[in-house]
């Protein structure tokens, strides 16, 4: 009798534990996701308009590129990209062989199955501060784009891929390419530097996208991709009338801002073990290019592709003129308006940020090792 009471329960441990390890993969949800042999699954996007792909077509905005000249070497043409063609995330994309293009999170048919490669929420002409985006009027503050994510994109991806986003974000990295406008249009031109020094201002913003960085690493984010500022005193809006900021003084400006993100993201990652990052050094990549233009094929590192409208004219000295005449060696030029790239030094950049070895280039591993995490 005592030994039937022995073996009894013994019986019911067993068959209690292959229960439980029979239906495990049940218990457990399970992505959703096709396999494509994609690297990685998808990248969100967040920044400004060196990352936006035409989230500013979809409401009411003095930053907008949705008109030629702008895309004329792109598949679909005028998009909202800030190029000729293809931005650097599109071409980040093309390296990681994503299937498509990252859809804007504006455009109302960005849901369902379209958001499963990831959903780009940056806005031209915005920056860390909420306010920086005020001089085009109305645009997505970079604390809205992680609050649209968290409140839009989210759910809507829970829903696709039958699993918490907490299980499918690390299997996505996180693109963050935003700063250049916060010294440009907000503390030069507005004058900020009236009330605060520009390391005082530059602590302020290292403060303000760690916050940032923290809370989409709160989200599920686990890889991200951080772009550097440019070398904004390269500009050529610099060489239009009544532009505030002296190219010394914006070279001052992003040379300081990088060596402090470079700072924090270590700290983050010491703080964070499963917190990984690639810096892609776009400040490097682009001044050398910009003086040694003939070892990569550039001619012309200091004029935009197009014709640019000054303020005395009633532009900005930063947009192309709507519907105005182009160069037809775009793929020798640096700058394609006043201040965004072409998609010949886009390609550059993204080439180094997926596969270079050089620190100098982006920091401490690439993007193609970032996504083999």
């Known amino acids: 009798m005592q030994y039937h009471s022995l073996k009894q329960p013994s019986k019911q441990v067993v068959f209690l534990y292959l229960s439980l390890f029979v239906c495990l993969p049940i218990s ?9 042999g994609a690297a990685t699954k998808g990248m969100f996007v967040f920044g400004s308009s060196l990352v936006d792909n035409g989230n500013n077509n979809f409401f009411e905005s003095r930053a907008k590129a949705d008109y030629l000249p702008y895309g004329i070497d792109f598949p679909n043409g005028a998009s909202g990209r800030f190029t000729n063609g293809k931005n650097v995330v599109d071409l980040l994309g093309d ?23 990831g959903v780009n929420h940056a806005s031209g002409s915005s920056g860390i501060l909420d306010d920086t985006g005020l001089v085009a009027g109305n645009v997505i503050n970079l604390s809205r784009q992680i609050r649209d994510f968290e409140e839009e994109t989210l759910p809507e991806l829970e829903a696709e891929l039958g699993c918490k986003s907490s299980e499918s974000l690390p299997r996505y990295l996180f693109v963050v390419g935003v700063g250049g406008n916060d010294y440009m249009f907000n503390y030069f031109a507005r004058k900020s530097y009236l009330q605060f020094g520009l390391e005082a201002f530059t602590r302020s913003l290292i403060a303000s996208l760690a916050q940032k960085l923290l809370k989409l690493y709160s989200l599920g984010g686990r890889k991200f991709v951080v772009m550097s500022i440019n070398p904004l005193g390269y500009s050529p809006v610099l060489n239009r009338p009544n532009f505030i900021g002296s190219p010394q ?63 005395i004219q ?60």
């Open 314 to 373: 009633g532009g900005n000295g930063v947009l192309c003129e709507r519907g105005g005449e182009t160069s037809a060696n775009r793929t020798r030029k640096v700058f394609f308006d006043g201040l965004h790239p072409t998609e010949a030094l886009n390609f550059q950049i993204a080439s180094k940020a997926y596969a270079s070895t050089l620190e100098f280039d982006v920091y401490p591993i690439n993007v193609r090792q970032l996504a083999q995490l």
């Open 95 to 117: 390296q990681l062989k994503l299937p498509s293009f990252i859809p804007p999170s504006k455009d109302p048919s960005t849901k369902g199955s379209k958001i499963v490669h």
């Open 249 to 311: 003084a914006l070279s001052q400006a992003a040379q300081m801002y990088n060596v402090r993100l470079k700072i924090l993201l270590d700290v983050l990652k010491r703080s964070m073990p499963d917190f990984n990052f690639a810096l892609v050094n776009t400040y490097n990549i682009m001044t050398n290019i910009i003086q040694n233009p003939a070892s990569t094929g550039f001619e012309d590192t200091s004029n935009p592709c197009c014709k640019v409208i000054s303020q």
């Open 28 to 36: 457990i949800s399970i992505c959703n996701f096709a396999e494509d």
